[in-house]
């Protein structure tokens, strides 16, 4: 098995907000889901790796919620929601808000498939309820930040 | 149609066709014509799919020469793959920090451990 079908897959729908990532892990489903649900385990590997992950609240339950701050340079980033549906080994549904903007909300949804033999496929799906929250959700990953990255593109487009 | 720059982007590269013609611009610039002759289809449907790529600025058409020539603007087509490589990087470091945190679990502690305040999942309803 080489590494590459491990690489995340990004997929970025053109009809409707939605981001789906697919992934694939030499672990059964159960471990997976565990990774997910307890959150010690979730705060060793959510936040990106300069930064802590300190986790208030995780109520991994159908109806339950939570909320973890990630400390990145003195500074803290709240995250927030709640755990619509959660089925042991197979699905958890939930919600995602960053604490800095309120009233944005993802709806996710995790996706766990046994792929036997110790082997599981994650798929992540986000919807959120504007095309430009979906891509200002896909251009975070820009180190420049979203808005320059607009400005960016409004400058290539001006010129073309 | 989604009217923000990048929909636009991802939308107008949804489709097969239009893909292909991006795939071949990036070689050369070509005339409608040259574009058209590859597929089964009219020179008006290439020059619709051309104004798609066109809209989301991803190709451009000099206004003066007869032949029009189309040339791909290879800086948003660049603008946008790197915004999508970097996500997909950022949730590929993720998943592999969680790779770690799986083979650092004990094979049994996969379904209830004793303790665990929030018994997550287990509990029976």
Same mark, same amino acid.
């Given at each position: 098995m080489t590494?590459? +079908?491990?690489? +995340?897959?990004?997929?970025?729908d053109?009809?409707?907000?939605?981001?789906?990532?697919?992934?694939?892990?030499?672990?059964?489903?159960a471990?997976?889901?565990?990774?997910? +649900?307890?959150?010690?385990?979730?705060? /060793?590997?959510?936040?990106?790796?300069?930064?802590?992950t300190?986790v $208030?609240?995780?109520?991994?339950?159908t109806? =339950?919620?939570?909320?973890?701050? +990630?400390?990145?340079?003195?500074?803290e980033?709240?995250?927030?929601?709640?755990?619509?549906?959660?089925?042991? $080994?197979?699905l958890?549904? /939930? %919600?995602? %808000?960053?604490?800095?903007?309120?009233?944005?909300? !993802?709806?996710?949804k *995790?996706? *766990?498939?046994? *792929?036997?033999? =110790?082997?599981t496929?994650?798929?992540?799906?986000?919807?959120?309820?504007?095309?430009?929250g979906?891509d200002?959700?896909?251009?975070?990953?820009?180190?420049?930040?979203?808005?320059?990255?607009?400005?960016?593109?409004?400058?290539v *487009? !001006?010129?073309s | 149609m989604?009217?923000?720059?990048?929909?636009?982007?991802?939308?107008?590269l949804?489709d #097969?066709?239009?893909?292909d013609?991006?795939?071949r611009?990036a070689?050369?610039?070509?005339?409608?014509g040259?574009?058209?002759?590859?597929?089964d289809?009219?020179?008006?449907?290439?020059s619709?799919?051309?104004?798609?790529?066109?809209?989301?600025?991803?190709?451009?058409?000099?206004?003066?020469?007869q032949?029009?020539?189309?040339?791909?603007e290879?800086?948003?087509?660049d603008?946008?793959t790197?915004?999508?490589?970097?996500?997909?990087?950022?949730?590929?470091?993720?998943?592999?920090?969680?790779?770690?945190v799986l083979?650092?679990?004990?094979?049994d502690?996969?379904?209830t451990h004793p303790?665990d305040?929030?018994? #997550?999942?287990g509990? #029976?309803s």
């Amino acid at each position: 098995m080489t590494t590459s +079908t491990h690489e +995340t897959r990004i997929d970025v729908d053109p009809e409707v907000p939605l981001v789906r990532i697919t992934r694939e892990f030499d672990a059964p489903p159960a471990k997976v889901f565990r990774a997910h +649900t307890d959150p010690e385990l979730f705060a /060793q590997w959510v936040g990106p790796r300069d930064t802590e992950t300190r986790v $208030d609240a995780f109520d991994c339950r159908t109806g =339950g919620s939570y909320r973890f701050v +990630t400390i990145s340079d003195g500074e803290e980033y709240g995250f927030r929601g709640c755990f619509h549906e959660v089925r042991p $080994d197979e699905l958890i549904v /939930q %919600t995602f %808000t960053f604490e800095g903007d309120p009233d944005g909300v !993802a709806l996710e949804k *995790l996706l *766990l498939e046994d *792929l036997g033999d =110790g082997r599981t496929r994650l798929t992540s799906t986000s919807l959120v309820d504007s095309f430009a929250g979906r891509d200002a959700f896909v251009a975070s990953g820009m180190e420049v930040g979203v808005r320059e990255g607009y400005e960016r593109l409004d400058e290539v *487009l !001006a010129r073309s | 149609m989604a009217a923000d720059p990048l929909s636009r982007v991802f939308a107008a590269l949804a489709d #097969p066709t239009r893909r292909d013609m991006v795939a071949r611009l990036a070689v050369t610039d070509a005339t409608v014509g040259e574009l058209a002759e590859p597929y089964d289809v009219s020179v008006q449907a290439v020059s619709k799919h051309l104004r798609v790529l066109e809209d989301a600025g991803l190709v451009s058409r000099s206004r003066d020469a007869q032949r029009r020539p189309v040339h791909l603007e290879a800086e948003v087509l660049d603008l946008m793959t790197t915004w999508i490589e970097r996500y997909r990087r950022q949730a590929e470091e993720r998943y592999r920090r969680l790779d770690d945190v799986l083979r650092s679990m004990p094979d049994d502690a996969s379904r209830t451990h004793p303790t665990d305040a929030t018994h #997550p999942g287990g509990n #029976p309803s």
